[in-house]
Structures are given as C-alpha cells and as structure tokens.
C-alpha cells in the first residue's frame, strides 16, 4: 500500500485535504483550504513527547502528596489528598465512587504514562508488540485520556458550589493544580505523539 | 456516480482512494483499519437545532439556581455565575477567573462558533470567518469534554450529599440537558464533511481576483 510521505504528498491534519507541496514534503506550506500548516510528520514529534511525558511523571509526586482539595467547616480545615479520598468513600462503603475515583485518578494517569513510555521506548528498538497492537495502544490512551478529568471537574464544581464564606468552603490546593498539569501534560503528550512514525518504523524493516 | 475521495490514514498514512460514505456509514483505512471518514445519519438540520437547543437552555440555566445547600443550618443556593461571583469575593480571583472562563465563557463560545459554521454553510450565507473558525472547532475537537463534566457532575453531587442536605434545582436540569444536547449535536457533525461542504460552496461562487486556489494530487 503506497504511503503519503513516499509519494511526496502531504496530507492536512485539520480538513483531510491530500497536497503535493511544491518545495517537498517537508517544505513550509500552508493547506489551500483550511490555511493551517503542513507536516508530513508532527513537527519534532519525539521531543515533544518525551518532554511532556517526563514533565507530567515529574509533576504527578506533589499531585498525589500536596492536598487536592480542603474542606472548611465551621472553622475546621479537612486537606483530603487524592488517595485520601478514595480511602474516605471506602471506609462510608460507597464501592462505586471510590471505584470510580481511583480509576480516574490513578490507574488511567498510570497506565497512560506507562503506555507512552512503551511507545516511545519501542521506536528506539526495544518494544516487542505488532505495529497493529502499538497503534492500537495509542488509539486507546489518546481515548481514555481525558477521563482522567473527572478529578480536576470535580473539585472545580465543587469549589464553585460549596461557597459560604467562613461557614463552609471547599478550597482546591496546590495538588489539584498539578493534577490537572499532569492530566493536561499527558494529554497533549498522547496527542503529539506521531503514530505514523511507528509505521515508518515497520517499512525500514 | 459514487465519488471518490482521496484520503492519506492519519495513522499509517497509507494513501488510498475512498468511496465517500453513505449516511450512517464508516470509511475504514484498508491498511490498518483506523476509522478514516464517518457520514452521520442526516443533514445539518438537526444538529443546528439540537445546538441552538443546547444554547438557550445553556444561557437560561443560569436564571435559576443550580443547586440548594444546607450545611451546619444556613441554607444557600446559588446560580452558574454565581459560583464564579462568590469565588471573585471570598477566594482567591485567579480560581474565580477560570472558574468562570472554563464553565461559562468558553462553552458559551464553542456553541455559538458552532452554530456560526454551520448555519453558515447550511443556508449558504457566506458568514465572514467561516473558514477561521471552522479551523479553529477543528483544533478544539479532542478538548471536547462534555461526557467527562456530566459523569464529573454525578461525581461531585454524590461527594456534596455527604457533607449537606442538597436539593437539586432547575438550574441544574436545565444545564445537564443542555449538555446532552450539545453532545447529540456534535454527533451530528463530521468535520470533513463540513470541509468539503465548504469548499462546495465556495466553488459555486466566483473566486475572489487575487486568490487562487490550488489542489494537486495523483491518483
């Protein structure tokens, strides 16, 4: 099956649109329909990835050590971390919601930060999944990334909602903060991986 | 007279040429099997009217309050603005500021540059920024986190039940079915079709002296 790039054409990642740049693939141009950019390839893809990747890792210590959320009473300030809160519905019997929380908020982020440590791992030689299956990997982390949002929603509506001044309050902190980096570093780590680039990697073969 | 698209797989890139989809169909890639181009069932018409839907329901939520709480005897209920408000006053402004931006301002927004695009295209108005902002919805597309917020929401009214007495209001209904809507509507709408709608159109009409258009390909 002949592939774009070696038949020097360029396809548009916005609207689709299949062009033959004048200059080459990997010439600057601009789609003739939607005017965005023309790569062949995501631009520095690997870089990008790596660096989100590492970053988000980085940044998921202080989301689980510093407090997400603080909740005030009367007076009486309750920091709760991610873990802690999972702990709390465990201890009320509420299977379903810590089921729910811990899903979205350790295993998905784990799990997606081990895939595209494998994917990236596996275009320097070392993977040992089909082309078909790493792709598919791909697809699926892209996919589920963004229920690792539910968490960061959360405590957003929550923070909104709960307001009566020095009654009550629900606070974020500084762990929700880099929860939310490390869901959005992800994500954006997931999406800028290229995943033509494992295919490329099957025809040098 | 079936037309034929060329297409390069996002995820192989393996050109191909494919037979554009009838409604309701799927295009896959013959190398690798990733969904290439989906038709959707109908036209424009209906997520036009299932976004305006969600738009007015959207806006008119925030006349009624979203949720009543009662914590420690004191009873409070509050609006979608209101939260942004209360948080503006009482924490810290940079929470209130995105609070606001992110549950108000930028749905508000997609909603209505949606609709722009697509009764634009539908009733061949020619709107200015069409192209602009078709490109930027295009860009937004895996940012789209309707499902997310509404699971979000179920989430945050259990966690809130533990700590108070909650009523829910109308506000509230009339959020969560505007949500729905906006997601029945985006089901609707694939933005290649839109593209070559687009592209359609302007065709029909005489190009602009000093801009020209230029599609090369091979077969």
């Not at chain 1, 005017?35 to 980085?58: D, E, F, K, Q, V």
């Not at chain 2, 603005?81 to 927004?109: I, M, N």
Request: proline letters at 5%; a positive charge; glycine letters at 6%.
């Amino acid at each position: 099956m002949p592939r774009a790039r070696d038949l020097g054409l360029v396809s548009c990642h916005l609207c689709g649109l299949v062009v033959r740049p004048p200059g080459g693939v990997d010439s600057h141009v601009r789609c003739p329909r939607c005017g965005s950019g023309l790569h062949s390839r995501y631009p520095n893809s690997l870089s990008r990835t790596w660096a989100l990747l590492i970053a988000s890792i980085i940044l998921y210590i202080p989301a689980n050590v510093l407090p997400i959320m603080t909740t005030t009473v009367l007076g009486v300030e309750s920091p709760s971390t991610i873990l802690s809160g999972v702990v709390y519905f465990i201890e009320e019997r509420d299977w379903l919601v810590a089921t729910v929380i811990f899903t979205a908020s350790v295993v998905v982020p784990v799990l997606k930060m081990l895939s595209l440590l494998y994917l990236l791992l596996s275009l320097r030689g070392h993977g040992r999944l089909r082309t078909l299956h790493r792709a598919r990997l791909h697809k699926v982390t892209e996919l589920i990334g963004r229920w690792s949002m539910v968490d960061v929603f959360v405590i957003g509506i929550l923070t909104a909602l709960v307001q009566m001044g020095m009654l009550s309050s629900i606070e974020p902190g500084l762990g929700a903060l880099a929860f939310a980096a490390v869901v959005i570093l992800t994500m954006l780590a997931a999406e800028s991986f290229d995943p033509r680039l494992l295919w490329d990697q099957e025809c040098r073969q | 007279m079936e037309e034929r698209i060329l297409f390069a797989c996002p995820r192989c890139d393996a050109l191909q040429q494919v037979p554009e989809p009838k409604p309701d169909e799927v295009a896959l890639c013959a190398c690798c099997g990733a969904r290439l181009l989906r038709r959707p069932k109908g036209g424009l018409d209906r997520p036009i009217a299932l976004m305006s839907g969600a738009l007015i329901l959207f806006l008119v939520s925030n006349l009624f309050p979203l949720i009543s709480l009662k914590i420690g005897g004191v009873e409070l209920e509050t609006t979608l603005l209101g939260t942004s408000l209360a948080l503006w006053q009482h924490s810290s402004k940079v929470v209130a500021t995105v609070v606001f931006l992110v549950s108000f301002l930028v749905p508000v927004v997609i909603m209505g540059v949606t609709l722009h695009v697509l009764v634009s295209i539908r009733y061949r108005l020619f709107l200015p920024f069409t192209r602009r902002l078709l490109a930027f919805l295009s860009h937004l597309h895996p940012w789209e986190m309707g499902d997310v917020y509404i699971v979000s929401m179920l989430v945050a009214m259990v966690k809130l039940i533990n700590m108070a007495r909650v009523i829910v209001d109308d506000g509230f209904y009339a959020l969560s079915a505007a949500v729905v809507l906006a997601i029945a509507a985006r089901a609707g709408i694939e933005t290649w079709l839109l593209w070559r709608l687009l592209e359609r159109e302007e065709a029909t009409v005489a190009p602009i002296p000093g801009r020209r258009i230029r599609r090369e390909a091979t077969s």
